[in-house]
């Protein structure tokens, strides 16, 4: 097990490094450079060559790279490039702490619902219930957050009258109202992510429906119900939670367009400004935390699975 | 594909293969999906010659009118009539989607050919990156790739979208390719002394091509998914065009009093997607029985 980890540590770590290689080639993919482009065609060369000299980005890649990645590790994100030059970190660690608020609301909506709809369907599997929970569940998947989105603010909010319509609440509100204005792109983000969810679950399900252990239950007299509850539901949810974890990349992928729907300063918003605006190394740095979050809520999950599967647990490496 | 007829064998897979063809057409699904999507197909054919106005610059004097006999959708705050610009929306996006998904499949099937069959150096550093791109979300990536490049014409989209497809195509292709490798076909072709290429492409290939198949489908959704997205958060396609999302774009700000220039493009979105699930769950469900 022990092993089990320390390569998927390995693993994740060697992610990183290639993802901070990604971000930082993105940037350099610009074409021209970056005291042209943040300084406008009309600058003097001499401005230029100023402002890429005090930025360093006169050096050679790879010394920029080494300094930018020196930089990261030890947590120093840089300074954005629009005025007025706030820290990355300033800029970014409000937008993560408004994007964690809505992530978790979510998540504490898709998952009973995901696991309730998939443990229905599982049960069922094969039937219209089954059918009708998939179809609706994926079809849902694949409508683009800000869609469903729309259809929501039109029909809750502005008809109906019972949410904001922005999710971004007065400064000083109490959680209540926080709570109120996130209500309506929590759902939106949990219809999409509620198929997944739920597919997950059904094959768990129907998998611990098939086993052994469960005929053996029925076997001994026990009935449905309790062969359900204590064998079934047991068995098919531990993994199911572990695996759900792995949804969160896609949550913050969705991000940027309901933040930008419902007016949101989250990460996704932030990172959605900074490319508008050709802010670098706030783009670069957003991009960096959220891929970091991908790869070690994944990381968790991953071990998690491992925890709970005997077969894993003790074969000592893969 | 091999030169070689093999008469019995041709014939029993050509009967799978019109039985399957057969189930696919009699499932609900995918005539529904496939009727709709044949819909969209005819709007982005004939374009203007059915919209009743112009979508892109007809000035009528009625700006921002509700829903009425002439003006079925309403028309915007231009005055441009809102459900010629919804038959008109579909073109764009029928165009690219199916562009970056088909770039997507032949880069990701080469590149999950290449690393499942070669395994080793290869295979583990391929492997490496296409873990490290996958952990950013596409619109992420996406957005990211833009602002670097610095243009938002309609090839940037595809190509950034296809860019990022293809690992995650190449990893299912990779997969697959990984089971049939040990296969003794491809022993039999590798002793028989032909070329790796010409094993892959032509021996491996050809049995990997339902997963690909199914992969290509589901990419397709996410492809339109993606367009329409990055169209509105403004790094796709761009005014004037009639984009569902882009007309979204446009007056999403409007909402509570013109909610029918939003409401209709956006239910034309969810269509488009819903109806190329169901075709791409209906494949799969064949494909895979």
């Not at chain 2, 441009?80 to 929306?89: K, M, T, Y």
């Amino acid at each position: 097990m022990a092993r089990y980890i320390a390569k998927r540590l390995g693993l994740a770590l060697i992610t990183l490094v290639l993802l901070s290689m990604i971000v930082f080639g993105a940037s350099q993919l610009l074409p021209g450079d970056l005291g042209r482009s943040v300084l406008g065609r009309d600058a003097t060369a001499e401005a230029v060559a100023e402002y890429n000299h005090e930025h360093g980005t006169d050096r050679s890649v790879v010394v920029q790279y080494l300094d930018w990645a020196g930089g990261v590790a030890r947590g120093d994100l840089g300074r954005s490039l629009v005025p007025p030059e706030q820290p990355v970190w300033d800029v970014l660690r409000p937008a993560l702490l408004n994007s964690l608020k809505l992530a978790i609301f979510a998540f504490c909506l898709v998952v009973p619902f995901g696991i309730l709809g998939g443990v229905l369907s599982g049960l069922r599997a094969g039937k219209a219930t089954d059918r009708t929970i998939t179809v609706v569940g994926l079809s849902l998947a694949v409508v683009p957050e800000f869609v469903t989105g729309l259809v929501l603010i039109l029909a809750l909010s502005i008809w109906a009258g019972w949410f904001p319509v922005s999710a971004q609440w007065d400064p000083g509100s109490g959680p209540l109202t926080q709570v109120e204005h996130l209500t309506l792109p929590a759902i939106a983000l949990t219809l999409v992510l509620f198929g997944y969810v739920a597919r997950i679950t059904r094959a768990g399900v129907i998998e611990a429906m098939d086993a052994d252990y469960t005929r053996t239950a029925y076997l001994k007299g026990l009935p449905r119900k309790t062969v359900i509850r204590r064998h079934v539901l047991r068995n098919a949810l531990l993994p199911t939670i572990a695996v759900i974890g792995t949804q969160v990349g896609y949550l913050l992928g969705g991000l940027v367009a309901i933040e930008l729907l419902f007016n949101y300063q989250g990460i996704g918003l932030t990172v959605l400004d900074a490319a508008k605006l050709r802010d670098y190394t706030v783009l670069g740095a957003g991009v960096l935390i959220i891929g970091f979050t991908y790869v070690m809520v994944t990381l968790v999950g991953d071990i998690i699975s491992a925890l709970l599967n005997p077969r894993v647990r003790f074969s000592g490496s893969e | 594909m091999s030169v070689v007829a093999q008469p019995a064998v041709r014939s029993e897979a050509s009967v799978a293969r019109r039985e399957r063809w057969r189930l696919l057409v009699r499932s609900p699904s995918f005539i529904l999906g496939g009727t709709i999507i044949l819909f969209w197909i005819a709007c982005a054919i004939l374009g203007n010659h059915i919209t009743p106005y112009d979508p892109r610059f007809d000035q009528t004097p009625e700006i921002g009118v509700a829903p009425s006999w002439q003006h079925l959708f309403g028309t915007d705050r231009l005055g441009r009539d809102v459900f010629s610009r919804v038959l008109a929306g579909s073109r764009d996006i029928l165009l690219i989607a199916p562009l970056a998904t088909l770039l997507a499949t032949l880069v990701g099937t080469t590149l999950g050919l290449i690393t499942g069959y070669f395994k080793g150096i290869a295979d583990d550093t391929i492997s490496r990156v296409i873990d490290a791109l996958l952990a950013i979300p596409l619109i992420v990536l996406a957005v990211t790739v833009v602002a670097a490049l610095g243009s938002r014409s309609t090839w940037t989209v595809i190509i950034v979208i296809a860019a990022v497809f293809s690992p995650i195509i190449a990893r299912t292709v990779r997969a697959a390719v990984l089971s049939e490798a040990d296969l003794d076909y491809v022993e039999a072709a590798r002793l028989r002394g032909e070329r790796s290429p010409y094993v892959m492409f032509s021996e491996v290939l050809p049995n990997v091509m339902p997963p690909i198949l199914v992969e290509a489908t589901i990419r397709l959704g996410y492809a339109i998914f993606a367009v329409a997205t990055l169209s509105f958060i403004g790094f796709g396609l761009q005014p004037p065009s009639p984009d569902w999302a882009v007309q979204i774009a446009d007056n999403y700000q409007d909402l509570s009093f013109e909610w029918w220039t939003v409401l209709f493009p956006a239910l034309a979105i969810a269509s488009l997607v819903v109806a190329v699930n169901l075709v791409s769950d209906s494949v799969q469900q064949v494909l895979e029985r």
